[in-house]
């Protein structure tokens, strides 16, 4: 079974608003980050955005003051509020959460939620 499962992708005008959300079927106590990455066809995987369970955020410059970065209180949600979106935005975008303890680590995936961005 999938432990992450991302939504509310869909496809938007230049200028336009979406946001997506990720839930974790499991448990995500001890994590040590979570993220939102995106990849286009014949590209690879980049980071987009994400925070860690320090209280640091990070954003690629492309996206900063557009893209938003949330979780919520039980760790379970992870939130990408993207505004002013351009076609350069398009992409499978996937979540990502890992972590761990003592007893060992996590690091989980979703199968993705597509964003198409066109006039």
């Known amino acids: 079974q999938e432990q992450l499962v991302e939504s509310g992708g869909g496809m938007v005008q230049p200028g336009g608003s979406l946001r997506l959300t990720c839930v974790a079927s499991?448990?995500?106590?001890?994590?040590?980050?979570m993220s939102w990455y995106r990849q286009i066809p014949g590209k690879e995987r980049e980071l987009v955005a994400s925070f860690t369970a320090d209280g640091r955020f990070h954003y690629i410059d492309d996206v900063k003051g557009r893209f938003t970065i949330t979780g919520d209180n039980s760790r379970t949600s992870v939130f990408l509020q993207m505004d002013d979106l351009r076609p350069e935005d398009t992409a499978m975008y996937h979540c990502?959460?890992?972590?761990?303890?003592?007893?060992?680590?996590?690091?989980?995936w979703g199968r993705g939620t597509q964003v198409t961005v066109s006039s």
């Open positions: 990502n959460i890992w972590g761990g303890d003592l007893s060992g680590t996590f690091d989980y």
């Open positions: 499991g448990s995500t106590n001890n994590y040590i980050a």
